[in-house]
């Protein structure tokens, strides 16, 4: 080959680093005008919203402290105040149109990659995944009450004005605070239905009313409809005789007589502007109006009322979402205005008047409505201090300036969202969680939540879904939790463990390491020793390490003697190849390719000391120019260099850089060990395919590659595996551990299908979230007094189809 070939290319793709280098100068100028990346910043990016880690952070942890920066920033963003997060980068936060995070309890990150190719959602749907060390088990609250900087609060938030302290026992401000809020803040609780007798499904006395097909949970925005009904006395008490509905703009969307049952003792014509005359020809009966109702209602429907549980009796119905007004404006020892003493007072408007015979329901509707429509918009505090002396019949003096005192304005996440009238929603099992009860939806499993979720109309703007069913199971099958990762921990090990032999009598620990090391970091050696031949048993930091070795080192001579390298053979590795292949075909793996450096310790060890025949190597003479033989591995003659191998970022640049632009290097973080192997992350794939297809003429450079298998947010393989456990603390072998593994193959199947089970519960999740959500799916990891296991966290923000 002409030699000014491979300098031409050298300069040519020197040229290019230098123009790609001018690239990012540009993006760089342009970021800082533009902090939130609206645009796509590199070419063939989508345009929506994604999430970027820094290389130093990749590999780092993180706690429910830095999540929440995240969960705040996608929220709230520049605008709010708020800073990108300190760990990752959220390019085009103002696309972001929602969060939702589903909180699995009981899984580790061990369990995820042990149930790897089950798990085929979550692994390629989530292009960001890092480990997540757990704190405590109250994830869920700790989201929504986590603290938003004070700052950011009074921008975002502002405060009412000062409140009198003649104001802060009124009982308006005592129940619903200062803040305007949104709707669902009204919303009664289960709670107060059943304190202010609501019909209630399930309870006592209810058992023939019909219920609406409304959803579990409102937002803020479901649309309200004002109900008002009139009733006669009959022999069987006060029956229904009139029902009005109208909607949120006010219009009439269903005024029907209802011909009551039993026999009219008295119409209440008074009250009802009912005759008997107008009920004669009537043939609507209660189950008509009913029917008509739930046709009408849509399912986040919120009925508003003026003691609207009467209303809701006559109808023998049962909603889960209502605003009675009667307990909005609110009066001291539990008395209540009447509609038409707040109508006159609020609205300005007379309605039940002495010269109109009976009451009008759609005028009662109407009234309630906009009631409630009012207090929503104007707040509690304006609403009070508006009609304090109309109303509640007093008045304030002004009070000297040192004894007014400005309201503490809430910091918590959840409230400054509402605050900014966007909604949020927990659903998931009972639990302690600082949230309104309102905004709370409890279920005993699983499929009871995804149901829930899915059908809602308007999904929530932060959502938060708590999945116990398979950490209830675990806790069932091992009530210790420390056995359940012995039947994971161990299997997961061994697909970084080779078995290599036999070796000559006296073949040390330290030799094997030595020639091993070669293909990457080794963790262990345990020696086999029988009364004829020597082995080992050899356990990689990485799976590339093992992958390698069975590449490279396979029937390598070593003083005359050809070793045999191979896997272990246990039930847990019959699929080993299929993992293997999903891994290196992960989307996290997609650009990046391992590399190790041979070292000249390694030059000595194999040659100096002479543990490789001669026979294995033969160049011309059998000499190189350095005066060390080369060696022979997979038919490649190489020879190793004899000065000092510390891998560095720029020699792995200047040696890589040729086949592609390279976005990032990994080296091993600890600086106490020289760098001898990374991984190289390529712009595009087509750099990491040119490398593997030069493989040969890097090994001729003493580098050794292969396609990247372990997740490039895992330092190590073995150490998500190495742990104390209760087994280690017993002095069980990893032999004992997988013979107890296979007397729970029964509950290893059953493990596998929940897995599956819950995956596609994640699946079904997804799906229904609207686009541009942020999605988080949390495994929380476990944390006991003998052994620590991390969580996983994985993100995504959800694009368009």
Request: overall charge neutral; charged content about 25%.
């Amino acid at each position: 080959m002409d030699s000014t070939g491979p300098i031409t290319t050298a300069e040519n793709n020197s040229k290019k680093r230098k123009n790609n280098v001018d690239t990012k100068d540009e993006e760089a100028k342009r970021l800082k005008t533009d902090p939130d990346g609206d645009e796509a910043l590199q070419r063939g990016r989508p345009s929506g919203s994604r999430i970027s880690l820094s290389p130093d952070r990749l590999q780092q942890p993180i706690t429910l402290s830095e999540l929440t920066e995240l969960l705040h920033f996608a929220a709230l963003g520049t605008r709010g105040g708020i800073k990108q997060p300190s760990w990752c980068h959220l390019h085009s936060q103002r696309k972001v149109e929602g969060l939702n995070v589903v909180i699995v309890e009981g899984l580790t990150q061990s369990h995820f990659y042990k149930n790897y190719l089950t798990m085929e959602h979550l692994r390629t749907s989530y292009s960001t995944r890092v480990t997540f060390r757990p704190s405590c088990n109250k994830v869920a609250s700790e989201i929504f009450s986590s603290e938003v900087p004070k700052m950011v609060c009074s921008s975002v938030c502002k405060p009412d004005k000062k409140l009198h302290r003649a104001l802060k026992y009124h009982p308006v401000i005592t129940t619903f605070g200062t803040q305007r809020r949104g709707l669902t803040a009204y919303v009664l609780t289960l709670e107060q239905m059943i304190k202010n007798h609501y019909p209630i499904k399930g309870m006592p006395g209810f058992e023939d009313f019909v219920c609406t097909d409304s959803a579990d949970c409102v937002t803020d925005s479901s649309p309200l409809y004002g109900l008002d009904c009139e009733m006669c006395l009959t022999e069987k008490g006060y029956e229904l005789t009139r029902v009005s509905l109208v909607d949120s703009d006010g219009n009439c969307v269903l005024d029907d007589l209802v011909k009551p049952p039993n026999r009219v003792l008295n119409y209440l014509t008074k009250f009802s502007g009912i005759t008997a005359a107008m009920l004669l020809p009537i043939k609507t009966t209660l189950r008509d109006v009913q029917a008509k109702l739930r046709m009408l209602l849509p399912g986040d429907a919120v009925l508003v009322g003026h003691s609207l549980n009467n209303d809701l009796r006559a109808l023998k119905l049962i909603h889960q979402h209502v605003i009675d007004t009667s307990l909005l404006y609110k009066r001291e020892f539990g008395q209540k205005f009447k509609l038409k003493v707040l109508a006159e007072t609020v609205l300005k408007r007379q309605i039940q008047t002495e010269e109109k015979n009976g009451h009008n329901p759609i005028e009662d509707a109407v009234a309630a409505l906009e009631l409630a429509q009012y207090f929503i918009k104007t707040g509690p505090h304006q609403v009070v201090e508006l009609h304090l002396e109309e109303l509640w019949g007093y008045k304030i003096e002004e009070e000297p300036p040192d004894c007014t005192s400005a309201p503490t304005p809430s910091h918590r996440f959840a409230d400054i969202l509402q605050a900014l009238g966007l909604s949020v929603a927990f659903l998931g099992k009972r639990a302690d969680i600082a949230l309104a009860l309102s905004n709370q939806q409890w279920y005993s499993s699983d499929r009871e939540v995804l149901a829930s979720f899915r059908r809602r109309t308007k999904s929530p703007f932060l959502s938060v879904l708590q999945f116990s069913s398979l950490s209830d199971h675990l806790k069932r099958c091992f009530p210790h939790q420390e056995q359940l990762y012995q039947t994971v921990c161990p299997n997961l090990r061994d697909m970084c463990v080779v078995f290599a032999g036999p070796f000559p009598a006296g073949f040390s620990q330290r030799e094997v390491k030595q020639l091993f090391c070669c293909c990457g970091p080794v963790r262990k050696i345990q020696m086999l020793n029988t009364n004829i031949r020597v082995h080992a048993e050899v356990e990689f930091e990485l799976l590339e390490g093992a992958m390698l070795a069975l590449k490279t080192l396979n029937g390598l001579s070593v003083l005359g003697q050809p070793i045999k390298v191979q896997r272990p053979v246990y039930d847990s590795m019959l699929d080993l190849d299929l993992n293997l292949d999903a891994l290196m075909g992960d989307t996290l793996n997609t650009n990046y390719l391992y590399a190790v450096k041979l070292s000249q310790h390694m030059a000595d060890i194999k040659f100096k000391g002479h543990i490789f025949d001669a026979k294995c190597s033969s160049v011309a003479d059998g000499k190189t120019t350095n005066g060390l033989p080369p060696a022979k591995i997979n038919g490649e003659v190489f020879k190793l260099s004899s000065t000092a191998c510390k891998l560095s970022e720029e020699a792995v640049m200047e040696t890589f850089g040729h086949f592609g632009v390279v976005e990032s290097i990994l080296l091993p973080a600890n600086p106490l060990k020289h760098a001898r192997h990374a991984r190289i992350k390529f712009e595009s794939s087509a750099g990491k395919h040119a490398a593997l297809n030069s493989s040969g003429d890097l090994l001729k450079d003493n580098y050794l590659i292969c396609p990247s298998l372990t997740p490039p947010h895992l330092p190590s393989w073995v150490a998500m595996t190495t742990v104390v456990t209760a087994a280690e603390v017993r002095g069980e072998s990893p032999e004992e551990q997988r013979t107890n593994h296979v007397n729970n193959s029964c509950q290893d199947q059953k493990m596998h299908h929940m897995m599956k089970k819950l995956d596609w519960r994640l699946r079904k999740v997804f799906k229904s979230l609207p686009d541009g959500t942020l999605s988080v799916v949390l495994l929380l990891g476990q944390t006991s007094t003998n052994c620590h296991h991390p969580g996983l966290c994985l993100l995504e923000i959800k694009q368009a189809s």
